[in-house]
């Protein structure tokens, strides 16, 4: 994959990619770099900058993965944990996690300071999450990773917030795993419909 696509054609080129291997198209400071960039450059509602990113590679993702599973297996059926566990060590068999969470304190200051947005604030703040998760996820995939977005909070939240010092305040919103893609880890993606495009934008206005 190029490596340095437009933004249109990395928007394009950013799939679920499950098939994933430990193998990094680019190194760590590289990937430090992108995180910096999502952290000073994405936007937050009133500039609350309330994005919290903490970025596991290697050992520490597997560490992440160990824990979800360890958590998992006390809450899933035992009939089920097949299909569970295999989704587990696949997100594990990945080069690394992000895990993204928010920050309340800048929410609680903002809606004190503004009392009359008050009650916008908390959705706001999962925009901005959403926003760094969305920068994250093509920045990646434009350096050649394949990523997939993954939703086991709040389970892993306490034993996370222990084992690499995050604030029990902050709240984690997603994780996005990362790897090298497996040979055809593209192949059976379904195409993006064209269809009904024309019931989901509209455009007045224009000179087209
Ligand atoms: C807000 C949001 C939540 C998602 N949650 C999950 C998830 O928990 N697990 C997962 O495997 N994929 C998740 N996805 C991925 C979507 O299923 C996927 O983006 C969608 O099917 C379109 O496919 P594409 O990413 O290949 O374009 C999520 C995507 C978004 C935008």
């Given amino acids: 994959m190029s490596h340095d696509m437009s933004f249109t054609a990395a928007a394009k080129h950013r799939r679920t990619i499950y098939s994933l291997n430990k193998k990094a198209p680019i190194d ?65 068999n990945a080069y690394g996690t992000i ?15 503004f009392p009359n947005y008050s009650d916008k604030f908390p959705e706001w703040s ?12 093509t920045a990646l995939e434009a350096e050649g990773f394949g990523c997939n977005l993954q939703h ?12 690499w010092d995050i604030p029990l305040e902050w ?10 893609e497996e040979e055809g880890a593209r192949e059976k993606l379904s195409t993006k419909s064209e269809e009904r495009i024309e019931k989901r934008l509209f455009f007045h206005g224009a000179s087209l």
């Fill in 28 to 92: 760590d400071k590289k990937i430090e770099e992108i995180a910096r960039i999502a952290i000073k450059d994405v936007p937050s509602s009133f500039n609350s900058q309330s994005a919290r990113m903490v970025v596991l590679v290697k050992g520490e993702h597997d560490k992440f993965w160990d824990i979800v599973t360890e958590i998992l297996k006390v809450h899933v059926p035992e009939a089920k944990w097949e299909h569970t566990g295999q989704r587990l060590k696949g997100f594990k």
């Fill in 99 to 113: 895990l993204f969470y928010e920050d309340p304190e800048p929410i609680k200051k903002l809606q004190s300071q």
């Fill in 126 to 137: 999962e925009h901005t999450s959403a926003m760094h998760q969305y920068f994250m996820w």
């Fill in 152 to 163: 086991y909070n709040p389970l892993p939240d306490q034993r996370a917030a222990a084992e």
């Fill in 171 to 180: 709240s984690l919103r997603a994780q996005l795993v990362f790897g090298g």
